[in-house]
């Protein structure tokens, strides 16, 4: 085989190879809707069964962001989660 019929055999399988990459591509983010959500449940499908019994929801308001001196651009200090994570443990 001469070089040149090698360098057109090869780009005309790439060619197509790209083709099927590129169709492949359009399929897959026309269903990701569906892909996403079945990826999003299937650990919890077959998982153990896990009931919550007791849970507590923080709510970081303005007034305690200014009283705690808080910066509204950045995460919250973290000895603050700790403490509150301590008198809640104490408290029950």
Do not use: C
């Amino acid at each position: 085989m001469t070089l040149p019929r090698f360098i057109r055999e090869t780009w005309t399988t790439s060619k197509k190879e790209a083709g099927a990459v590129a169709l492949l591509g359009l399929l897959v983010l026309f269903a990701r809707t569906a892909l996403e959500s079945w990826s999003y449940d299937l650990p919890f499908r077959i998982r153990p069964q896990s009931n919550i019994h007791e849970l507590v929801m923080v709510y970081m308001d303005d007034i305690t962001h200014a009283r705690q001196n808080q910066h509204y651009t950045s995460a919250w200090d973290w000895n603050l989660h700790a403490d509150l994570v301590k008198v809640l443990t104490k408290y029950g």
